[in-house]
């Protein structure tokens, strides 16, 4: 092989070739930017309609990502290489693609994958969609569509292109740390930057002097105004860069508290959007000079897919109807769709096709949707040469107005028949809306089919619905990524018709790796075919299998297993259209990180399937299985790949380990000063001391012993911690998990450490639930301080959007006091929460939250399929006490399903009935009562009376009624209630409002049906 | 023609090129810099023994030269291309030279000259000596080999290379403007930054608000001081960076007053300085890991100088001694001398040569010495094979110790003898120091020429002194510019040596048009056959007589001449080694712009000759003639680059022109008062304030008229305006030519406009006088100011350093008052100038101004060929009056050259010798008087006292004092002055010294020779 690249060279490489592609080449910015998208030439030239193609280097700082040169992979500044194209040149995968090859990287021996990765910077007014792009398994690149900025949609949208420079040649390079980077000329990227690094780092973690730079922001900020305030774009952008840097350095200090840190964040956005509105309005005033000419970038080297799908030649449209039935195709050719996009487009076009082919009176046989990220397809068997006719019936006039006397069509009929443009003899005499009428039967003939589905099948695309999509060319139709291709096909012939952009036509495209070579259909039968001879398996399930097959049998191989992950399955299947499974392996001496760790760096980063050694015991082994996107060829190369990115990342969680633990857990609580909860609710720090109030007085309510109230105040103490930590700084998904790991380290108690684990728990539906009363109450507290406090202040969900997950919390309350068999007031925690919280709380919101909560209790007795007349009697009468509720629920059914149940409601009900409308409350006189049977009643009421109460279960309740029920009976029979006499009358009356209140705080019968 | 390279391209070509060489590429800095120098990839990495070399594009931001975008050739911002070889490749120049070849440029179409430029930045502590790199008249590039920065001297020397990015391109795109310059992708340099220059321009001059920018200068630097107390280098260096280019914007903004200017530069300095030294000592602690390896970029086409150098095969040493009398030859192959220093080297050389020759005892023939630019040739018609031996006689013991009676040596003659190394039969007896001795004649003989000579020749070298010299290699060697090779040759023998770290050898080097060919001498006296056969002249007078005789041919042809100007002519023979005359014209308008604009550009800034029609009416023509340095090859290419450089010029003074005479004259002087003249002294404003005051009462003093004050008190008022001028500000020395011009534009009378430009006169020995006493009235203060100033805050001229051209300004103030004959007491005059200075002038500052001036005008009139005690006598009594002293001066000669003249010098000096050691004066009593002699020399007294007094004329004097000679000696022949009677003899005494007094004011002829 021959002598790797250097860092210039790959620099070089890469100007050369976007120069070569028609961008202008630019320099980096003369101001300090956390990435080339600050960079002028992107943030503003992607605003407004004029073309702009362009590439550069740009030195990105990130102070708080700084650590001293330690970290082989982790700097406060790092080097891109940016490229903006705008407009889409229709084939930036292709040309980005090229551009890898011009590095040296031959995509038929890598893995090289685009997946999902959105981004979004709130404080530019900016978003977009797109993906990171993997090279085995490594991130080397982000490319997106830009959607947004500075608060402007765009028109015509940027693609954005953007490379990890140390990335790609530390891959390159083969070496471990960017120190070891060989940058040219024989010197080393640490011979270059490593002194300023460490320097960068001491001066913003350490020596920074927060107040001047506090004066700098302020100076900055009024000085962008007061440019801005003469239409000065750049120089203001320049201030809000500089302002930008200057936030940074502040928060990588710690000193921006987390009132200041919204409004600081507030306060550049507005600049940002105000730079944006300058700018656009000067190059609108300008005439938008660049409009002028066309500037879309080309492959310098091939011509690609626009043209290809032009070649009329290779495309067979006839006009010639189709005599029989014919098998159909329509796949639609995307850049990489996202896992979940992939999935529910299936699932719609299963839907919509049928239906729309109904609407569209096309019959057809059995319909097959399938797809790869790169295409859905649709399939249908055969599909009618034409539409089924269609008859109408057209109501006239009335029969007798149509017909004389003598059955003689009349002017009426005539006039009626000529309108519907049928003969008068076809009109027809029918029972209509209680009468007699004329009706015209019209008959619209079917059209040839390939005439419909021109207009059907971008219906068909139009009505897909994605979480997210976006825009990319001047059609400005919304997908979830990108259309490129589009093959239409009714037998042997295409079905011409144009969509985003596109033009239908018979050829698809081939596997990435292959450089996606056209492939010619000739037939829609052939489709599936032609793509398993080109090893695209287009077929989910199929890949599925292949998938499973494949790493069973390697983990088998290693005398593992690998552990049951529909969901992990399904999302590697869906990225993937030629899985080839590869094995790797990894230093043994991980094993010691813990395994949480192991895992989710496995799963959530790289999509590997970890390998167990026997599917009950579940201890790891040194191995992991990928999927490739590809053959079997140059497997080493990228197995080699995967492990050394599993290794880096590895290595970066035992660096985060042993970081972390070099302190203990408790030292990381002062840094919560600087996690916002929530900007009126204070810090996280605030919201641990809170917890660590309102964990005794929970603890109480919940009969928690004085060590276990002792060991949950500890706990909550240490909750949120891990926060601070390094590890999940990096793996978010980890915070509790390392909390407990910590904590243990630390030398806390077993019981602190499960229970700073277990307050999160559970942390997503089917996850595990806490098993000490500590980590639940720790965990409640967490909650209900979540709850209260941000419904307070106004944050409570609304029906799209819940951006502080307090469904789950609250769900979270419920299922761990039904599971832990807890009895508890959530009136009085809520309370509790309340009294601690640094904001007023508004009248009423302690109920929103209860009838909040109540709502999830009731959502999950629903699940586990209660009726909903059940549920809902008891939450009407223990809602604020879920297990209270559940229990009673559990304990109410078989009552209901007696076969004396409606015995016993009803003689409630008798009872119940005739008072419920009263508006008061009568004093009962037992001395009045002048009947027996009215005197019967009381005593049995007496009885049942001792029995039961507010906390009587359904069972005491319902056998110490069941004695009333002949006395009720007997007294309705034998006693008029409503007589005359108002003493007499309002005695009984209060009788029987004693009676109906013996379910009170069990049960509200009267929601249950049959009442 | 193939398309000319764009912006983007030429970048690219340097990056690979100094890639290719070895260099690492590095990327524009993130902070504002005002030039490539400023990245810490140059300011730094100079710094210390470690290899460093580096390329790197950087735009650079110079607030002030910011034009709004209407200038084509002047931009706040402008991207250089910057590199820094450390250490010196050894032919730095010649790789230079293939980067231009990189772009497309050959040398072999062209005119590329080395023109001495050196470089100084007292703020960063640095210099250099170095070049511009011109193009056809176009400087293109900087090369500066760095001796100085943070205040270090420099080991190893840095050579910095800087391209002019955009002179380059629209050189090679031909383009006039720089926003048409075509950057890339079809886009122009304007389309991508003429908005943001105009922004910045309007930022700068008109938006920035001072105060903001004031506080951020002194955060900054305050913050630059916390980074250094840790030791952060390139944390504090980078707030440097933004001190430097927020005092930029603010001093564009006009917003720094004279005293602030100096302070912030010493605040700069200072934090410049430490930088560079916590540089220094942060690579000293880290051991200098660069040093580990040797890091010289190698030409990666061409093996160059140095290797074939080392041919030692060419070179023929032998250790045989030469027979006969050789032709020697000594060659010094330099980079560019500066036309000044070739000069010295050539006469130093013509005088150390014989010297050092005749030193080392080697007879030869006639000593040639010439040279060029790039080489010094000694060249010797002939040369003794050997040195003459020396015969040295050694004193021994006296000859009566040596021989006993016999006459037969003794031991003492023995040992002597022995000790000599001579036979005892040898030494014989001489008469020495007044005895005999015994002498021996020690014999050495004289050592074979070559030998003598390797050891004579780099003594030879190392003896040459210039004014600035410079270190470039390890050798540590100084010399004007670095020496590349050394030719030695004695007839065919080489003459080994090292000098400067080149060994000498027989390979010289031909023209840098055709790429410095190696050209091998085989014989010294083949060399400037050899040298002719490739086109070098080496001889000077030759080349001076050829240019002379090509331009006036040239001039003819356009029926124009040349102004005599042997400067230029001397200059442009020095610049050049194969000179030859190419004519060019300009556009006839540009003959509109004032004449001495037209000829400083020409002159000053191109060595172009300038045309006139005859040489009585010096008619400025529309050509100008230049000299190429290479044949007449591609002549219209060379011709059409001449052209244009001058076009471009005269466009800009044309659009100077307009600019500045679009107001009035008076509208510049408010900005006077950013221009400092010293920091305790004040502004130019200050300056010009105390001139209005000062002028009308030196006016008095001089007797002129009340509407000559008006005039010059209004000429002193606008005589520093232009100073602010756009001209002025370009071509610093037309300041007085412009004023004048402009107050005639402005509506000035003529005597005013006169009196401004003739304030500065003379400017430079030779230069024409003021004609009005206006104008020397103004140029008077103007003088005096400066002078007495000056001298006031301790800034007097010392020994070596006269920066503010004090020597010039007393020299006028002399020569321009003797020229018009002026009576002036300088006294009063410098009186009247102190008392409007703002700080107060020490005791005896006026005093040692006056002697400073009396200095200057002692050595104006010795030059003038008055003898010493001429001058010297007169300027005792009348130094403080220029004019009088030289009127005098003039008027005392024939006294002294009269035959009589001892009789009147004797009869004067018998007065004084008697009295001139008295340390009192006594009293004259005439009536004590008792001898007839001494009445009648009282008598006489008093009637030569009638005639004379101290504003009397020599003439007057020496009239009067004629008839006291008789009187004088009659007295001395007949009294005893020195008698007992004390009263009698002080009286006598007293008369005595009245007479003595009679010269005083006159002139001190105790000063006189034969006094």
């Not at 004029?50 to 708080?64: D, I, K, M, T």
């Not at 001047?212 to 305030?229: H, K, S, V, W």
């Not at 009673?888 to 016993?904: G, K, Q, S």
Request: proline fraction near 5%; glycine fraction near 8%.
């Amino acid at each position: 092989m021959s002598k790797p690249l250097s860092f210039q060279q790959v620099i070089m490489r890469l100007e050369h070739f976007w120069a070569d592609q028609g961008c202008i080449i630019w320099q980096p910015y003369s101001e300090k930017v956390g990435a080339g998208t600050m960079n002028p030439a992107t943030v503003l030239r992607v605003l407004g309609p004029e073309p702009w193609n362009v590439g550069y280097v740009e030195p990105s700082y990130r102070p708080a990502d700084g650590r001293y040169g330690e970290n082989p992979n982790r700097m406060q500044m790092f080097i891109q290489y940016q490229v903006i194209l705008k407009p889409d040149p229709g084939n930036p995968q292709e040309l980005y693609l090229r551009s890898l090859e011009a590095l040296g990287i031959n995509p038929r021996q890598h893995d090289i994958r685009f997946v999902e990765d959105n981004w979004e910077a709130p404080a530019l007014g900016a978003w977009g969609l797109g993906w990171e792009v993997w090279l085995d398994g490594l991130e080397i690149s982000q490319y997106t569509y830009f959607q947004q900025a500075g608060g402007f949609s765009l028109d015509p949208v940027s693609v954005e292109l953007t490379y990890g420079l140390e990335r790609i040649v530390m891959f390159l390079q083969g070496v471990r740390s960017v120190w070891d980077i060989d940058w040219g000329a024989g010197l080393g990227y640490g011979d270059v930057l490593l002194a300023s690094e460490v320097e960068h780092c001491v001066y913003a973690f350490e020596q920074a002097d927060v107040e001047a730079l506090t004066q700098l922001f302020r100076i900055y900020e009024a000085e962008a105004r007061n440019a801005l305030a003469r239409g000065l774009v750049i120089p203001a952008h320049d201030y809000v860069l500089r302002c930008s840097h200057t936030f940074n350095v502040l928060d990588t200090r710690g000193a921006i508290g987390v009132t200041e840190r919204a409004h600081y964040f507030a306060r550049m956005r507005d600049l940002s959007r105000e730079v944006a509105q300058a700018y656009v309005a000067q190059r609108e005033e300008m005439g938008y000079p660049e409009l002028k000419r066309s500037w879309v970038v080309k492959d310098a080297a091939r011509q690609w897919v626009n043209e290809a799908a032009g070649q009329q030649s290779m495309v067979h449209f006839t006009d010639s109807e189709p005599a029989d039935s014919l098998p159909f195709l329509l796949e639609i050719g995307t850049e990489e769709l996202p896992a979940g996009d992939l999935t529910s487009a299936i699932e719609q076009l299963r839907e919509q096709t049928p239906k729309l082919l109904a609407e569209a009176r096309l019959e057809h046989g059995q319909v097959r949707v399938t797809g790869t990220p790169r295409r859905l397809a649709v399939y249908l068997e055969s599909l009618a040469p034409k539409q089924q006719d269609r008859e109408e019936l057209v109501k006239g006039p009335p029969a007798k107005v149509a017909y004389d006397a003598e059955g003689k069509p009349t002017k009426a009929a005539q006039g009626f028949a000529r309108g519907q443009g049928v003969s008068v003899d076809d009109l027809e005499v029918r029972e209509m809306d209680g009468g007699q009428y004329v009706v015209a039967t019209r008959v619209e003939e079917g059209k040839p089919t390939p005439e419909v589905l021109a207009k059907l099948l971008p219906q068909l695309i139009s009505v897909l619905r994605f979480n997210m999509t976006m825009r990319w060319n001047e059609s400005g139709v919304a997908f979830s990524r990108p259309i490129r291709w589009l093959v239409a096909l009714l037998g042997d012939q295409a079905i011409p018709f144009e969509y985003a952009g596109v033009q239908s036509g018979c050829t698809s495209r081939g596997l990435r790796p292959l450089g996606s070579p056209e492939l010619a259909i000739k037939n829609a039968s052939d489709y599936f075919g032609v793509m398993a001879a080109h090893s695209v398996i287009v077929d989910t399930g199929e890949r599925r299998a292949s998938i499973e097959q494949q790493i069973n049998r390697l983990a088998a191989e290693v005398g593992g297993q690998i552990p049951a992950d529909p969901a992990l399955l399904e999302e590697v299947t869906n990225l993937v259209e030629q899985p080839t499974a590869v094995g790797g392996a990894f230093e043994e001496e991980y094993l010691s990180l813990p395994r949480d760790v192991l895992i989710t760096v496995m799963k959530k980063h790289q999509r590997y399937f970890p390998v167990v050694s026997d599917s009950e015991t579940v201890d790891l082994l040194p191995y992991f299985i990928a999927v490739r996107n590809g053959d079997d060829q140059h497997l080493d190369i990228v197995r080699r790949g995967y492990e050394e990115v599993l290794r880096a990342r590895y290595a970066d969680a035992d660096f985060f380990y042993k970081g972390d633990t070099s302190k203990s857990l408790e030292e990381f609580l002062p840094r919560l000063d600087t996690l916002t909860f929530q900007e009126k609710l204070g810090s996280m720090l605030d919201k641990t001391r809170r917890l660590e109030q309102l964990v005794p007085r929970l603890g109480q309510m919940l009969g928690l012993s004085e060590i276990e109230i002792a060991t949950a105040t500890r706990a909550a103490h240490l909750c949120k911690a891990d926060l601070a930590t390094q590890m999940v700084v990096e793996f978010t998904s980890l915070q509790g998990v390392m909390g407990q790991e910590y904590a243990r380290k630390s030398g806390e108690s077993d019981g602190v450490a499960r229970a700073i684990l277990e307050h999160y728990l559970p942390r997503f539906a089917g996850d595990i639930l806490p098993e000490t009363r500590p980590g639940l109450t720790v965990g409640l507290a967490n909650r209900l301080d979540s709850l209260v406090g941000l419904f307070a202040v106004g944050l409570a969900p609304t029906g799209s959007a819940d951006p502080y997950h307090l469904r789950r919390d609250a769900l979270g309350v419920v299922n761990n006091l039904i599971a832990a068999e807890l009895s508890f007031d959530l009136r009085a925690g809520l309370k509790a929460a309340a009294k601690l919280l640094p904001v007023e709380v508004p009248e009423g919101t302690l109920e929103h939250v209860l009838a909040f909560i109540v709502g999830r209790l009731e959502g999950v007795l629903r699940e586990q399929g209660y009726r909903y007349d059940v549920v809902a009697a008891v939450l009407a009468e223990r809602g604020h006490n879920p297990y209270l509720t559940a229990e009673t629920v559990r304990a109410l059914v078989p009552w209901i399903e007696r076969d004396d149940w409606m015995d016993i409601l009803n003689a409630y009900a008798r009872c119940v009935r005739i008072v419920r409308d009263l508006d008061q409350t009568y004093p009962l006189a037992p001395a009045l009562f002048a009947e027996p049977a009215t005197e019967r009643l009381y005593q049995a009421y007496l009885t049942c009376l001792g029995k039961v109460g507010p906390e009587s279960t359904v069972d005491e309740l319902f056998a110490a009624f069941q004695p009333m029920i002949e006395p009720i009976n007997t007294f309705f029979d034998e006693v008029l209630v409503m007589t005359e006499d108002k003493a007499l009358r309002e005695n009984r009356l209060a009788l029987l409002q004693h009676i109906a209140r013996l379910t009170e705080g069990i049960i509200d019968l009267t929601k249950v049906e049959g009442f």
